[in-house]
DNA sequence: TTGAAAGCGCTAACAG
DNA sequence: CTGTTAGCGCTTTCAA
């Protein structure tokens, strides 16, 4: 197939310049295109490039101009889980922006356990990225030394709810369950109750739920009762949670549920079980994603913005300074509640 | 905070050889705990990594190791896209067989375009990952040509209806789309329609079409009737496609989706307008999600081995030889159909 | 415009 | 068990 003897190592770009019959500093020139050459420097280049399939090795690129500041062009990315459509959502944004900037990101899921995010973040590092992009604002002592040795751009995503190392790019959960718990005050509900994945592990769904108390409070009332599940968020976990919910209250009048996948596993539920949505009992969710709108009654809930938190990140590689940028969220009025 | 004066370069090995007092190489041995050093030596280098906060360069490491097949312990990843649960599940089942094996994953995501894929696979390698996992068998001459090159093992995932560059792991969706017919006939569904997404993207939604039409021309019968949706799969799609299908043969008494998420949109349409189903209209899906068999009627779908074709892709690693691994899939008979 | 030469930070022989 | 030395493949002065 290929008409030339590949030689049993990769080529590299010492066997472009003697096949183009230039120096190696010409070819490193051209194929960067920088510094000055000749036209026909460049076309040998090229040519011998085609002939012998060059691949250049960004290993020795990197290390070569690292000196002199020249990056990467990597930047490492730290997301609790790939379970959940907000952190691909997240990465969506992310590598959008990315591409074409010549920059690519390596990522590493820390399943939402801290150490295992302070490993991953050594591991990166190693790698010299130009930035890191954390998830939340909780970290272990190791990671947050870490982070600010290695001197680059530290982002952490989705949550302003405390203190940045560097760079914060999200929005208020606690305010997110605020907003949650005024809109069902607002419509009147009172004997609300949460039904929730297991927070040990996702922060910021505490985080909205104290949002949400805080609400409840203020109105001098308080969650009626709730249900707490073990594992991931699932629609099988929030039908599960509601179902228990609902057996042991069945005065409940509306159910807040940790993430709109659970939510959907509730008014699964009802369907079960005959309750009226929103008569007999409201639902509300959380992160808007898309079936939300396509169900027969729309679901009521409050969408984030993932993709814009995401490309926002990226934006802030390139930025200047500490930035504390707060991108908000949307509460949705459905037919839920 | 930090106690030493922090050099303005990364501290390097040669520091921490010098900090340690001992030469680099056994700074290196230590390090990797590789090759055999004292015990004093170790704990020597132990104590001037951590008053030094010293992070390993793998840029200079791996260019170093390179020479005597020490590899990067990169492995280059390309998945069409990172909204369709189905390829984030792909890396859940990969980076978690690869956690612990010190290997690193680096994603690209092509958005379902070859050249772009392409360009991604030569962007990968020139870090030189230790191998290529590539998402289908459509590729352009160039990637093939890229990736034989390399020299790498070379691992195709998901579809296994062709040919691959080396080793193939999935299962065939042109089988899947046979089962979903035949299981639609022998229920005795006869005026079957199809909803689908935009199959110019997604070339293996296409490839179990083609199953499913080649089963029931075997049965001596023909689609009635087909809605394709321009854009990715949603749920609102579905329902969209849905309603069309309906309003233009509303004597359907099937309808195929192209996936679970287009189906869920096809199940909320039918609640919407009062069609009974399975009754009135059967809906048969495609991948076997979450909130599947949450639903109220459990959706009838073919469940595929997403997480496992990541682990036994992450196997393939090291496996030896070409392979061609089919991990099957598995028929719901759910509610619906 | 170009080539020669000196590293980038590390690993891996090779002597000691 | 340990230090010295020679690269890995590339970028970048620096002269020419």
Redesign the interface.
Known sequence: ??EFQ?PGR?VTLADVAREAGVGESTVSRVLRNHGSYSKRAGERVAEAVARL?Y?????????AG?STGTG?GLVGVVIPS??N?V???L??GL?GALDGTGM??????SEYDAEREEALV???????PEALLLTGLEHTAGTV??A????VRVVEMIDTDGEGIDTVVGFSNRAAGQASARHLLARGYRRIGYCGHDPSADLRASKRLAGFEAALAEAGTALAEREIRPGRS???S??AGFEALIARRPGLDAVYFSND?MA??GW?AC??LGLAVPERIALFGFNGL??A????QPLSTVRTPRLEIGRRAAACLTGTGPARIDLGFTLIEGATA
Chains 1, 2 share one sequence.
């Open positions: 197939m290929t590949p990769l399939g691949v250049p090795n960004r290993l020795a690129g990197s290390l690292a990467t790939l379970a459509v952190f691909p959502d990465l969506r590598t690519q990101s390596v990522v590493g899921v050594a591991a990166l590092l190693s790698w010299r030394t870490l600010r040795a290695s001197g699932s629609a099988a929030g039908r996948d959907l596993g699964f369907l079960s898309d079936f709108e396509a169900m027969p």
